[in-house]
């Protein structure tokens, strides 16, 4: 029998640090325990194990618990599918009528093949490591299309470690030679010291055609771990990172303690770049190691009806598009253009701000002298707010909330057209506002043609007209901008005669 209060039940649970989870004696991992109140008050789980016999695929499985407040056995719809890191649907699987029992399982084996998850589509299941499943069931026979949503997380823990390689004299290095790598910890994520590396050496080793290839060998004192990776770096002279990429290795109980890397640059690919590469004939590396703990976190948060509108970006990645271009502007990578204050000089791409403003589009569209020195003046705007701006417009975020630096922006993305930030800038004003500052933003308002913000501040001085009319900002204001204050005042006129032509509208009801 299906309850009039029965609903469609929905979980996204995402597996952070997912390529730590199978080593050593774990075979899977479980999901926090949920509740699906609103489905027979029923208690589940979801699991993915690697039980499978090939090892080609993990399996997913939803389980229900051995004891809820729900019936004996009730039959359900369920479809259960894997997101990718921006929340589209990569693969799905979904079957009617099936019947869960207490303590009863169900598991999907081909929604997680190994290889396109590890290796051909990477990117897509297990952006920055993390793997989202969605799962939503719901009673055969439930018409409602309201849902009951969770928000699951799962992080396997890992400690970090971070060491800087220096290689001296490289150039003196020859085809069989080896030279040591002077390691220097640099920090590490947690106080316990699970493993050091002793020491390292860069070998060059001689291939056919005579093309030199570099390997990378650390060595341990002592076995670092069943399993870990390490991910190296090759610094250039402005401090700018070449990957080369990153290396998984498993130990047995007494196998091998040499970590070797060979997908560094050839010796001619540094040789050529030297002195990008190479300052005063020195190699840089920077290596991080990574090792599962073993432990893993568990969070479980359910969605009340208001937060239903995030439940896809709780689903998505944490590393959105936005996420990315804010990196892209803290790092400065490639910039084609510089904006220049009186004192500071901001690195930043033409096609964000083309794309974000149409002043700047048609700055950088014609034949101006912006297109040809590459670089932009604005010598009416201090540093604070051009960063301010241009955080934005990478990454859609205000992260000011000073009066005077918001009214700032406020006049900056007037000025350059940008009219979300306009709006985002005057919500903010308009929940800064005091008495004091009214006049200023009246003036303000005026100045920038915004009537829905000169509106606010005249509701606001009429409301507030007792302290704000003997003020000093206020006698300044009628001196300054007679008109603008005699329009303060029409408008107040105006909400006073209201209130007493409502007030005798009552009275003769009365």
Known sequence: MVGKDDKRFAIAWKIKNFSYCFYGERQSIDSPEFYAE??????????????????SHFT???????????PASVKLNLEICVLSNMGLTLKREWVENTEFSKGTEKGFQQLLERAALF????????????????????????????????????????????????????????????????????????????????????????????????????????????????????FDVEGQ???????????????????????????????????????VDTLTLHCEFIIATGDVLDLIKPLLRAEHRDFHAECSSSASVLDNFKKVYSYGVQCDVDLQTGAESFPAHKVVLSARSPVFKAMFSNDMKET????????????????????????????????????????????????????????????LLVPSQACDLLVLADMHRDNDLKKFAQDFISKNDECILDSNSWMELEQKNPQLAMGAMRHLYTCLRTQMELMALSWEEC
């Open 38 to 55: 609103n489905v027979r008050r029923t208690k589940w789980i979801l699991k993915i194990s690697q039980e499978d016999a090939l090892l």
């Open 60 to 70: 997913v499985v939803i389980k229900r618990a051995k004891e809820d407040y729900g």
């Open 119 to 234: 290796a051909t589509r990477k990117e897509e299941y297990l952006a920055e490591d993390t793997l989202t499943v969605h799962c939503q069931f719901w009673q055969v026979g439930t018409a409602t299309t309201e849902t009951e949503r969770v928000f699951a997380q799962s992080e396997i823990e890992v400690d970090r470690k971070f060491f800087l390689g220096t290689v001296s004299n490289f150039s003196q290095i020859n085809a069989g030679d080896s030279s040591e790598v002077q390691l220097k910890m640099l920090f590490s994520e947690e106080e316990s010291s699970l493993f050091i590396p002793d020491r390292a050496n860069l070998s060059v080793i001689e291939k056919v055609g005579y093309e030199e290839k570099l390997e990378l060998h650390i060595y341990f004192k002592d076995n670092p771990g069943e399993f870990f990776s390490c991910k190296i770096s090759i």
């Open 241 to 279: 990172k070449l990957k080369c990429g990153k290396f998984d290795f498993s130990y047995e109980e007494y196998g091998p303690r040499t970590l070797q890397c060979g997908l560094l640059p050839t010796r001619w690919d540094l040789m050529a770049k030297g002195s990008l590469y190479l300052p």
């Open 372 to 431: 040809v020195t590459n670089r932009v003046d604005l010598p009416d705007l201090d540093g604070g707010t051009v960063r301010q701006l241009l955080l934005y417009m990478y990454s859609d975020t205000v992260e000011c909330l000073e009066w005077d630096s918001v009214r700032n922006l406020y006049a900056a993305a007037d000025k350059y057209e940008i009219e979300s930030l306009k709006t985002e800038c005057s919500t903010i004003l308009k929940g």
